[in-house]
């Protein structure tokens, strides 16, 4: 079985966040395993695709990844 790429591991959020953030720690730790993988330094979210698409959401969302050590910026819309 192939490690998840930063795609995969970013579609799983979403559907963590859908589910209630259903397992997201595990799902972050995923998507940081990823991006280390692949280069990359910065997680890019829709926010259309959050639960909570206002600033307090989006700021909640960039506070809780960067605690577990993952950069959030998200996509113009």
């Known amino acids: 079985m ?5 795609a995969e591991a970013t ?3 979403y559907a963590s966040l859908r589910a209630d953030n259903a397992d997201i720690d595990a799902h972050i730790a995923t998507l ?3 991006m280390t993988r ?4 910065q997680a890019v ?6 639960a909570q698409n206002n600033r ?3 700021k909640l969302m960039q506070a809780y ?8 910026r998200f996509s113009a819309s």
């Open 56 to 58: 307090s959401g989006r």
């Open 38 to 41: 692949e280069g990359i330094k």
């Open 65 to 72: 990844f960067r605690q577990r050590g993952v950069s959030v």
């Open 32 to 34: 940081k395993t990823a």
């Open 45 to 50: 979210f829709d926010p259309t695709r959050l």
């Open 11 to 13: 579609e799983s959020i």
């Open 2 to 6: 192939s490690e998840p790429t930063v």
